[in-house]
């Protein structure tokens, strides 16, 4: 099923488990991106997931694709009195490619294929020259 697919690739993506992970995407994500390029992403949030309650949240299929939303619930503390919970949504987009389903747009929490690579900064222009003319 659609939310088989997006829970075995998240424990793939808890595993660090790039391989697995990568043979999610759709054929024309993985023709754009090298599995090295990949894995090579800056991802800040893998392998946390252990310590994550994952919910189905909703299924909705729109022509040949279906999105599965997830909640994400962390709670943290020490001690009874001392937690504090945070969630977030994620939203999955999938197709099926062969009779698998596979995703059509990078999911979370790979979002882009590889490293971030900021743009360089555009320096403005530089002002006209403004002609001299000598005064006596």
Do not use: H
Not at 5 to 14: D, F, S, T
Not at 60 to 85: A, D, H, K, L, Q
Not at 108 to 135: L, N, S
């Amino acid at each position: 099923s659609v939310e088989e697919a997006v829970q075995v690739y998240l424990k793939a993506v808890e595993d660090d488990d790039f391989e697995t992970a990568y043979d999610f995407l759709s054929s024309e994500l993985r023709d754009e991106c090298p599995i090295d390029e990949f894995a090579g992403g800056n991802i800040p949030t893998r392998g946390d997931l252990g310590d994550d309650r994952v919910t189905l949240e909703k299924t909705t299929t729109v022509g040949e694709t279906v999105f599965v939303t997830v909640r994400f619930t962390r709670i943290r503390g020490s001690g009874p009195f001392r937690t504090s919970e945070s969630s977030f949504e994620q939203r999955f987009s999938l197709r099926q490619q062969e009779s698998d389903w596979r995703f059509t747009e990078y999911p979370w929490p790979f979002f882009r294929c590889g490293p971030f690579k900021p743009e360089p900064a555009r320096r403005p222009p530089a002002p006209a020259a403004m002609p001299f003319t000598a005064t006596r």
